[in-house]
């Protein structure tokens, strides 16, 4: 994928290109693409009308260092009752977080997880993946932490492929993401990459009626 590019304009400009790079999964009755909210839903909303797939999310929150928030040391992702664990144990270390520090992070994560589910699904159940073709979708990736969680979340319900699917990333990240996942399609790593907002003019995460009204005009699983 390209290792430099012009900054997308926004959000949905940048799901509009990366459907262009997903169209072998055109017409696939078994694929689902599951957003990564808050800032996935908008790039995975023209992923999904561009292939003709329903659209829904997995929610996933990273655990940031304490005092250093921006640097993920694991993250947390639901699935049903069910909470999935990844560690980035060499930020652990490098970070001195102790397990009390760790379990703090969690217990306010965990949370904020369970608000959002409420919030974007309602009462609906989570979508069934079991044997369908999975595209994880969200706006970048950086560390890598948090789709590792959304994968490794996703393969205990057996689907039959995961393709994580994001506009920008860093090029070690998705290499990482990688082993997990059985594709990743990155369109642009920026050299040298810093976040995934130097990828976007406008990246204000999106609020959440913006995203639930997103979902309400998406095809259902």
């Known amino acids: 994928m390209a290792a430099s590019s012009a900054p997308y304009a926004d959000r949905t400009a940048a799901g509009r290109?990366?459907?262009?790079?997903?169209?072998?999964?055109?017409?696939d009755p078994r694929v689902v693409v599951l957003a990564l909210p808050r800032g996935g839903v908008p790039v995975a909303a023209p992923v999904a009308t561009a292939l003709g797939a329903p659209l829904d999310v997995l929610v996933v929150r990273k655990l940031g260092v304490p005092g250093a928030p921006e640097v993920a040391m694991g993250a947390i992702a639901g699935v049903g009752d069910d909470v999935v664990l990844v560690h980035e144990e060499?930020?652990?270390?490098?970070?001195?977080?102790?397990?009390?520090?760790?379990?703090?992070?969690y217990r306010?994560?965990?949370v904020e997880l369970r608000r959002r589910e409420a919030a974007y699904r309602g009462g609906r159940p989570a979508p069934a993946v079991r044997g369908r073709v999975v595209l994880l979708v969200d706006d970048g990736i950086a560390t890598g932490a948090t789709v590792r969680a959304a994968v490794t979340a996703l393969r205990r319900q057996e689907p039959a492929r995961v393709v994580v699917a994001v506009p920008v990333g860093s090029a070690a990240a998705c290499a990482v993401v990688g082993r997990d996942a059985d594709e990743v399609v990155c369109v642009r790593q920026p050299v040298?990459?810093?976040a995934v907002g130097q990828g976007y003019v406008d990246f204000t995460p999106p609020a959440d009626d913006d995203v639930?009204?997103?979902l309400a005009r998406a095809p259902r699983t």
Do not use: I, K, S, W
């Not at 290109?17 to 072998?24: I, K």
């Open 192 to 194: 040298p990459f810093h």
């Open 17 to 27: 290109d990366l459907a262009r790079h997903l169209t072998t999964y055109a017409g």
């Open 108 to 110: 306010d994560e965990l």
């Open 90 to 105: 060499r930020v652990q270390a490098a970070a001195q977080v102790t397990p009390d520090d760790l379990d703090d992070v």
């Open 212 to 214: 639930r009204a997103l």
